[in-house]
């Protein structure tokens, strides 16, 4: 007689198979897309940050087709080009910056320098071959160049070879404008979670692209613009180039933005002249990087609750993987990180607790075992 399994265990069985199916497809589905998985993933950040525009236009205009072309259309003209048009002018000054540049007269400059400090201090360069200090600074020098020109060459191929890629990004941007509520409700549907921890995390991610981009792009444009202003002003040749270099460098936690202006003011020294370098010195420590210490509370508020190291080194480590991206990309990740984490510390907080208190019993049953007398061989009685 044919024996027929039980209900639950062959609708088990047929959950579990269907699962092994679900994950199958989707996979091959992801590695389908592949390729356009990152403007999928920049469209859904920019899309959230930008939703209140398009709400704001809908509510004008009545047409959700109309109001998601206006909104493509004002990141166009309000940032985009104006990005490109910066980006133009600012290779076009580093590449006369780095042909005009003649190390011949760094190393004149370096070696009166030298020469200077120790006819007014004989003792503090008593020991120091002049021609071993200055060959070491040349060589430095070289080598931060290449490392310039190089990643700059490289940034520049990524932008050439990505503007397909943003064109496809501002398309899945118009249909996530019209359909993107409906797709986040199947989504959150789908996902086995909470509904609560999806919402958390969903608004962690927009919260966290929101402080993502006024803490580096705005923020930082804010300081580039000062410090193009100022190098300007100065008499600099490429005040654009060195004030775009700023913003890249205002995520750097302490130093920030004097990692461009205090080498700036170096060269005016070495050329000698003391009024503008002291005019970049005052004005770069006074005002530039005031900049970054009131402005930064006020504008990027509570949107990032994350150490500066970890948001310097999300970002870095951003930019080494998925190149001009990773500034938004790598701290998104590093805060999604933090918060399913902390997550998991509320889901299985009673495991938490336990483990707690079972450190503690453990702990206190060591300390009476090291208290303990020792153990007697048999037949051997304990000392007295």
Same mark, same amino acid.
């Given at each position: 007689m044919e024996t027929v399994p039980p209900e639950n265990s062959q609708t088990t069985f047929q959950k579990a198979s =269907? +699962?092994?199916?679900? $994950?199958a497809v989707t996979a091959a589905f992801i590695y389908l897309l592949q390729n356009f998985l990152m403007p999928l993933l920049l469209a859904a950040v920019f899309t959230g940050l930008t939703y209140p525009v398009y709400t704001w236009l809908l509510a004008k205009?009545?047409?959700p087709? =109309? &109001?998601? +072309?206006?909104? %493509?259309?004002? %990141? +166009? +003209?309000? $940032?985009v080009l104006p990005l490109i048009a910066v980006g133009a002018i600012a290779y076009q000054e580093a590449v006369g910056f780095f042909s005009s540049l003649d190390?011949?007269? @760094?190393?004149?400059h370096l070696e009166s320098a030298i020469q200077s400090i120790r006819d007014r201090f004989p003792a503090l360069l008593q020991r120091v071959n002049t021609e071993n200090l200055t060959g070491m600074a040349i060589s430095g020098l070289q080598n931060a160049f290449q490392f310039i020109l190089k990643h700059s060459a490289d940034i520049s191929l990524s932008l050439a070879n990505n503007l397909l890629s943003f064109f496809l990004m501002l398309f899945i941007m118009f249909y996530f404008y019209l359909d993107g509520k409906r797709i986040l409700e199947r989504l959150i549907r789908w996902s086995p979670l909470k509904d609560e921890y999806e919402r958390i995390l969903i608004e962690k991610f927009v919260s966290v692209s929101k402080g993502t981009l006024k803490g580096i792009l705005v923020i930082g444009m804010i300081q580039g613009v000062l410090g193009a202003i100022l190098f300007w002003a100065v008499g600099l040749s490429s005040p654009v180039f060195l004030g775009t270099l700023m913003v890249f460098a205002s995520i750097i936690p302490a130093l920030g933005t004097a990692a461009i @202006?205090?080498?700036? &003011?170096i060269f005016l020294l070495f050329e000698g002249r003391w009024g &503008? /370098?002291? /005019?970049v010195v005052i004005t770069g420590g006074v005002v530039i990087s005031s900049v970054d210490n009131f402005v930064r509370p006020i504008l990027v508020g509570k949107d990032i609750k994350m150490h500066d190291l970890l948001v310097l080194l999300s970002t870095l480590g951003g930019l080494s993987v998925f190149g001009l991206s990773g500034l938004i990309l790598g701290p998104i990740i590093a805060s999604l990180f933090l918060s399913i984490w902390n997550i998991y510390e509320e889901v299985f907080a009673g495991e938490l607790s336990a483990n707690r208190q079972t450190g503690f019993r453990t702990g206190k049953i060591a300390h009476i075992l090291k208290n303990s007398p020792p153990a007697t061989t048999p037949g051997k009685p304990l000392k007295q």
């Open positions: =269907f +699962l092994i199916y679900l $994950l205009v009545r047409k087709v =109309f &109001a998601a +072309l206006l909104t %493509i259309l004002s %990141i +166009l +003209l309000v $940032l190390l011949d007269t @760094w190393r004149s @202006w205090a080498p700036t &003011a &503008a /370098a002291l /005019a």
